[in-house]
Each structure stands twice: as C-alpha cells, then as structure tokens.
C-alpha cells in the first residue's frame, strides 16, 4: 500500500507561482496513477488534475488548464503540481492522490471514489 506525502504550499500572491510535490513511499510508484484535488474552505473537495503512470496522459480541471502543470518523476516517486497565474480562487488545501494504473483510461478519473490512497493534504493561501 503506498502511502503519500505532500509538500510545497504556503501563501503567495496573486500572480505568483508555488510548486507542490508528493512524495510516495511503500510501494511500486510506476504501478499508479496520480491525481491532485482540492478542497477549499465551506466546498467539497475538486478534482485539478491526474497523470498517467508514465505521464504521457494528463488531464486537468477547465478551471486550471493552461496555469497548471502535473509532472511526475518515477524514479524520485515524486509527482508534481506546478501552479503558475495563481489566483485567489485557488486557495484551498490540496491533496495528492493515488490510484491504480489505466484509471486515466476511463471515465472516472476525475472522482474521488477512484483514488484509494490519499496524502494529509498542504495548504495553499492566494492573496489579493
């Protein structure tokens, strides 16, 4: 069972950028696809986006397309979500999350129910 650790948030202003890092330990990191969510304050937590396991195939929320990047290294077992154009909007705590290889595959990707693993989650702060 692979466990997940997030890193990387903190506060910014609007405009700025952050990268966060998810770093995946106990088990094979190549056999997973990986997404971010989030959830801001009085919301249900959103999916942001998620990559296949050789991250060739990437998806992303409407909301983030264009500023947003996930990136994973296999051999560091470290997924990546670069945010550039940060907005306050995207104040929220985000959550990697794991889940078994091909989910990209389908049409569930996007849901949380299709990610058995999840980090404790870093909070990111925009300000105005």
């Known amino acids: 069972q692979v466990q997940l650790v997030e890193s990387g948030g903190g506060l910014v202003q609007a405009g700025g950028s952050l990268r966060l890092s998810c770093a995946a330990s106990?088990?094979?990191?190549?056999?997973?696809?990986m997404g971010w969510f989030r959830q801001a304050p009085g919301k249900e937590r959103e999916f942001v986006a998620a990559?296949?396991?050789?991250?060739?195939?990437?998806y992303y929320a409407p909301s983030v397309k264009g500023r947003f990047t996930i990136s994973r290294d296999n051999a560091k077992n470290t997924v990546y979500l670069q945010m550039n154009s940060l907005k306050p909007e995207d104040t929220a705590v985000y959550y990697c999350?794991?889940?078994?290889?091909?989910?990209?595959?389908?049409?569930?990707?996007?849901?949380?129910?299709?990610?058995?693993?999840w980090g404790q989650g870093t909070q990111v702060t925009v300000s105005s």
């Open positions: 999350a794991g889940t078994a290889r091909g989910i990209l595959y389908s049409n569930i990707y996007n849901r949380e129910a299709a990610y058995p693993y």
């Open positions: 106990g088990g094979t990191f190549n056999r997973y696809d």
């Open positions: 990559s296949g396991w050789s991250g060739g195939r990437t």
